[in-house]
């Protein structure tokens, strides 16, 4: 799918290459009403241009079979142009059926051919640079554009008498311009109203118990966000953003009924600091949303944040402020919360329960925390649980080699009867949390990282033969077959409340007021794209498209989705809940949650850079409002 993208827009550039290559050798006479030099390379071009055109309409059909989103902006406006150019030429150069002779094509076709390269070209810039959905106001504009590169042509070759397309190009410009000001939406309620219920509700007051539940205990923790060298697994020292020091900052556990109450300090950090605690469904007062939620922390300031442990599983904390740089620089840690231990029966058995970030420091892809050895020697019997946390940009393959292990839990939430894996690999998306469990055998077990050093656990006693490392090419986990179905919460085919359709891509967008190439959602960057608008208690279903070269990880804050598709496919094994999960270039994900955390919401991809340029979006529940400025544009 992702190389049909990239066919396409090779076959689109070619054709375009094809004509204006025409034009140009056609344009080289020694006099304008010569013949051109090499009047069998022009036919040549043509005929090779003709070819692409028709190449084009393979793709685009091919596109249209995968999904509407992908095809849009090629039949609306590349096809009609590429070929409404290219028949234009073909009829000034000639009867077709009786081409031309090449002593006769003159200024007009020399023009001709220039105009059908230049329509050509529209297709793929509008591809790379719009993309979807095409508007009205892109197509005029485009059309304005086509006729301006024309007759600046014309200018250039001596022809200068063009003065009424000149006029038309100007006003169709300015007539596309004007209808993109006036159709501007800030909001998209997804096909249900945007009336709020009742009095507009603060998310500053939404703040959630700030005591523990009965039997829970307070969990008291400071972080203070200050400017440290730290020591790199390659044994380098670099400057870091660090909380308390330390990158990862420090581990928060819980048990689940305990209140965790952490105080953000910030000693130096200039660009100011927030913690989000990412897949944790907090209250959204707590949700360290900068200009949302709250406004950053600046150096010498402190914010408390409290909430309860509900939810069980792996998690992480982040800053939100100046994410992009501060996550990459270490402001970060994990954040595990246990079941409440049995206060009752027999004490459950020694265990290894071992908490993995996955982060690049310095260029090297460190797993585990930083300092610790890689090296660990593990009673054989022991069960092991091995919580993978990427804390990078990208998607990060691991294998564990020397025991068959389960994927037990996914974003924090366990997963329905997995089953055994042996020699696979596991893709953790950006964001996104796995837990790993297996029991520790008499053999070397060896988590390897696709690049890095990875972690060994030696058995203890007798020396035992190491297992084999890990070799490429393992098959990958595929979590839409894992595991058995199981009931969910969300009543299987019932229809949503409100339904909306998330296009990714890459095009020119205004991040921050000003125009620059960043990623958009819907053909907009933030803080552009509409605010998705739902009611407390809507069953939300969000269709998120990927029509980029790059992989999104997608990350709505607050809430946890299901998984209903991906690519058309429904999963056959465990329910999936997500908060975290890679749209591959090509891919269409169906998914689905219940509007049940009041508030104003961040809605973005977890590659922080690109959600720095433009790839975020907002949902806020009717009767929701934030305090702060919220076009604030850092993801
Ligand atoms: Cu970990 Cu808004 O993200
Ligand atoms: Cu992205």
Redesign the pocket.
Known sequence: MSGLLTLDLVVAVLAAGAWLGAGATAAMAPGPADPPRRPWLVMALVALAVLAAAGRVVTVVLLLRVGWWFAAEKVILGLPLLFGGGIAALVLLGTPGRPARPARIGPRGVLALFGAGYAAAAGPVVTLLGGYPVTWSVGLVTVALVIGATVATARVLGRSRLRAPAVAAFTTALLGVALAVVTTSTVDTGGGTADRLGPTTMVTDLRGPDTPAPGGVVRRFTLTARTATVDTAGGRRVSAWTFNGQVPGPAITANQGDLIEVTLVNADISAGVTL?W?GYDVPAAQDG?PGLTQDAVQPGQRFVYRFRADQTGTYWY?T?EA?DTGVKLGLFGSLVVSPRPATTGAPSGEELDLTVPLHTVAGVLTAGEHGAPADRTVAPGTPVRLRLINTDDVPRVLELAGTPFRVVAVDGTDLHSPGELRRTGVRVPA?GRYDLAFTMPATTVHLGLSTGDGLTFVPTGPAAPPAAMPTEGRPLLDLLSYGTPAATAIEAGRRADRRFTLVLDRGLGLAGGRPSYGYTVNGRAFPQVPTEVVRAGDLVEFTIVNRSRDIHPW?L?GHHVLVLARDGREPTGSPLWLDTFDVRPGEVWRVVFRADNPGVW?N?C?NLAH?DQGMVLHLAYAGYATPFHGGHGN?
Request: hydrophobic share 20%; proline share 0%.
């Open positions: 989000h990412h949303a982040h939100h994410s964001g990350h804050h961040m973005h977890h959600a993801g």
